[in-house]
């Protein structure tokens, strides 16, 4: 069972997406310096068909993505309501999944997503924005994973030109 803890409307972690972000808690990766310790309890709300209905009707056309963070306790799950999510907005949504794994479980189709994050977070390599990072996002191209972890550096450092903090 998926169980939440909060949700935002985000603009950074599915780049060119205004994504609804769902933070999954019971997480078993326990990554050392991990940003989000609080998700790693078992604790929240039960995330299900009728929590997503009511999401989406609460954010409507605001939104073009969702994006579960987390869920690697259950992936059969968040599969399952990606699809739903794509069956019930006729695929004007998007979906995508950051999961610290380092690669998709067996039983996972990538299909079932439009955009996968993979790789747990490793403290001396950084996340997404560092040039470094083991982790890596994908779009989902006709089953295929293509690359986009640079679209994190370069807008990161469109922040940094302009003085914002990036991180």
């Known amino acids: 069972m998926l169980r939440y803890l909060?949700?935002?409307?985000v603009f950074q972690e599915v780049p060119g997406e205004v994504t609804l972000a769902i933070n999954l808690s019971n997480c078993p990766n326990r990554c050392k310096g991990c940003h989000?310790?609080?998700?790693?309890?078992?604790?929240?709300?039960?995330?299900?068909?009728?929590?997503i209905d009511k999401l989406l009707v609460r954010y409507g056309d605001a939104i073009t993505c969702v994006?579960?963070?987390?869920?690697?306790?259950?992936?059969?799950?968040?599969?399952?309501?990606?699809?739903?999510?794509?069956?019930?907005?006729?695929?004007?949504?998007?979906?995508?999944?950051?999961?610290?794994?380092?690669?998709?479980?067996?039983?996972?189709?990538?299909?079932?997503?439009?955009?996968?994050?993979?790789?747990?977070?490793?403290?001396?390599?950084?996340?997404?924005?560092?040039?470094?990072?083991n982790q890596r996002f994908y779009r989902v191209e006709d089953g295929a994973l293509r690359d986009l972890t640079a679209r994190f550096r370069k807008s990161s450092k469109i922040f940094n030109m302009h003085g914002f903090d990036a991180k």
Request: charged share 30%; proline share 7%; glycine share 10%.
């Open 6 to 9: 909060s949700y935002n409307i």
């Open 36 to 51: 989000s310790p609080h998700l790693q309890e078992d604790a929240g709300e039960k995330l299900d068909q009728k929590v």
């Open 67 to 133: 994006c579960f963070m987390g869920g690697d306790a259950d992936p059969q799950a968040v599969e399952k309501l990606s699809l739903y999510i794509r069956t019930i907005s006729r695929n004007r949504l998007k979906t995508a999944w950051y999961s610290g794994k380092p690669k998709l479980p067996e039983h996972c189709d990538a299909g079932s997503f439009d955009f996968i994050k993979l790789g747990p977070y490793v403290e001396k390599l950084g996340g997404l924005d560092a040039p470094e990072t």
